[in-house]
């Protein structure tokens, strides 16, 4: 018997219901619930569920299909990209009617002067709100716009953007309304790896702890970690040895240290991106230079015999400006330094 593309569908449901120990009541959502939603998930109370029996929040939910409920209308909605394609078809046209050398520039490479690091939120997209064209930012998103050392992905995207790309600016911006934010004042499980990576906006909090505590209104509370947040993702840009060493580098050779590094929040409500005091220009400078700098850059300078750049290393496309300069005496220094041949 040929099941038509419904019937297949209730079929798959009904037996996955049947492999469950709880049956259909596992199920968080009904399909046509979801349709009813604009195929969003339903807001559930995690505290809530939290307190019924301490369980996470992705295995608490109880929730049981309808028998109104039908799987037409959603499988007819979610199964194929039609109108993404014709969205990407009409940005073309209107693309090259306004610039028909448009897309031969995007061919040929891509050399921004910014970084950003954003929140995955699909209300800040970066290039939109600060009026930046394609080719114009390179970009790196993750929840709540964090700065972990760990974190290869972005470690990578350091790697490029600092020794190839030669970014000028570093920019972390955060968010009002941010999820990640407010799921990590919640105190709830969220479960690995979600948990884990949330407890690192924890972190934050606990740094500033007598300030957020001092906030009476939940809600302005929030906002500030939200500021707080951006700020202490900029230092962790800042302490990252690849952006040490460039900066140290660009003092040397120019007497100005880059890339710089900026903290800024984006309101959804107002649009308006807000500077966060960081360390440009700020007091903390001086407790930043004693802690992370690699080494005194004008010490280093002084050291500095030739204007020879630094080794290049096999299989990279370019010089990369993260050694000392060939013919460094080790013995004359009086800093301690990398040798050409450190990793």
Not at 304 to 316: A, D, M, V
């Amino acid at each position: 018997m040929h099941l038509t593309s419904v019937a297949k569908g209730a079929a798959l449901l009904a037996g996955l219901m049947a492999c469950m120990p709880e049956g259909a009541d596992a199920f968080a959502a009904s399909p046509a619930s979801l349709a009813r939603l604009g195929g969003r998930a339903p807001a559930v109370n995690f505290a809530s569920a939290a307190q019924k029996g301490g369980r996470a929040p992705l295995t608490g939910l109880k929730m049981s299909l309808s028998k109104d409920d039908k799987l037409g209308p959603f499988l007819e909605s979610e199964k194929n990209l039609d109108h993404v394609f014709r969205n990407n078809k009409m940005w073309v046209v209107e693309q090259t009617r306004n610039d028909p050398d448009f897309f031969l520039r995007m061919s040929t490479g891509q050399s921004p002067k910014f970084l950003w690091i954003g929140c995955s939120d699909a209300r800040v997209p970066a290039n939109e709100i600060v009026g930046c064209g394609p080719g114009e930012l390179f970009v790196h998103r993750n929840i709540a716009n964090l700065v972990v050392n760990n974190d290869n992905s972005l470690q990578s995207v350091f790697q490029y953007a600092v020794e190839y790309l030669q970014v000028q600016h570093i920019i972390v911006c955060g968010h009002y309304e941010c999820g990640g934010v407010g799921a990590s004042l919640d105190r709830v499980d969220l479960a690995s790896p979600l948990e884990e990576w949330v407890c690192n906006i924890r972190d934050v909090y606990r740094l500033h702890k007598e300030e957020l505590d001092a906030i009476k209104s939940p809600e302005q509370r929030k906002r500030r970690l939200v500021e707080l947040n951006a700020r202490e993702q900029a230092v962790n840009v800042y302490k990252a040895a690849v952006v040490q060493r460039r900066r140290v580098y660009t003092h040397m050779k120019t007497g100005l240290a880059q890339p710089k590094v900026h903290a800024v929040v984006f309101d959804p409500k107002t649009g308006n991106l807000k500077r966060i005091n960081t360390f440009e220009g700020d007091e903390q400078i001086d407790e930043l230079h004693e802690v992370y700098d690699l080494y005194d850059a004008q010490t280093a300078a002084e050291f500095w015999e030739n204007e020879e750049e630094y080794p290049k290393r096999e299989n990279t496309p370019r010089k990369l400006f993260n050694r000392m300069p060939t013919g460094l005496s080790a013995a004359k220094q009086s800093v301690s330094l990398p040798s050409s041949d450190d990793e």
